[in-house]
């Protein structure tokens, strides 16, 4: 008895040095907690847990195993999609953020769309081609666009622009081969800003799209 219990606290020990490895981001020198490691780690100590309470000791090492193999599933998924859009949006202005499994894209206005217009910049097609083709490799994601305005002009404005800003994103995405039943728009008008209203600099943070990507529901 006291060496299984030995054993499962060693996996157990395993499995939180494991979660809490860090590596340092390639593109913002910052350090960071490795997502897959963590994925893993959660795994393998659930696993080594329900492994232990069925089968003493052994049961412990083959569930941290089985566990850290099936947690790190979709966060390697998600660290290789992540990757692969940090690679293709350099030096474009756009944004990428991650919340565990969720990544949002935040695209300003100044690079998607002309003042008060909803027609896509011509010079923004290659950008957001890119990550259309990111789209097509790594299609285990909802994808969910928004349009945001700033404050001024009231919803009467505002509301019909950010709508139409989110789906003339949705519809180029579609365009380039994207599955339209991945796909939502909407707009969220002057809501969830994330910049100042009051100052010419927050109004120009708040004038945005996002394309927020979310793991889609397993069948």
């Known amino acids: 008895m006291l060496i299984q219990l030995k054993r499962v606290s060693l996996v157990v020990a395993a499995a939180a040095i494991v979660a809490g490895c860090q590596t340092t981001n390639p593109y913002t020198g910052e350090q960071e907690v490795n997502k897959t490691s963590t994925y893993g780690g959660i795994g393998a100590l659930t696993g080594a847990v329900i492994g232990g309470l069925v089968d003493g000791g052994e049961g412990a090492l083959k569930g941290a195993a089985i566990g850290g193999a099936a947690g790190a599933g979709y966060g390697y998924y998600t660290d290789q999609q992540e990757a692969a859009l940090r690679q293709e949006l350099q030096g474009t202005g756009v944004q990428l953020q991650r919340e565990g499994d969720n990544l949002k894209l935040i695209m300003p206005s100044n690079i998607t769309f002309d003042s008060n217009k909803s027609d896509i ?27 945001y305005t700033d404050s001024t002009g009231g919803d009467k ?17 579609m365009n380039q081969g994207i599955s339209g039943s991945r796909i939502t728009s909407f707009g969220a008008g002057a809501s969830n800003p994330i910049g100042d209203n009051k100052t ?4 120009a943070m708040n004038r945005r799209v996002e394309i927020n990507l979310r793991p889609a529901p397993q069948k």
Do not use: M
């Not at 404005?157 to 995405?173: G, H, K």
């Not at 010419?200 to 109004?203: D, F, H, I, L, Y």
């Open 157 to 173: 404005i505002n509301l019909p622009l950010s709508e139409d800003r989110a789906r003339s994103v949705a519809s180029y995405l």
């Open 121 to 147: 910049k011509s010079s923004f097609y290659p950008v957001l081609g890119s990550v259309a083709k990111v789209f097509k490799e790594y299609d285990k994601n909802l994808i969910e666009v928004v349009g």
């Open 200 to 203: 010419k600099e927050g109004r």
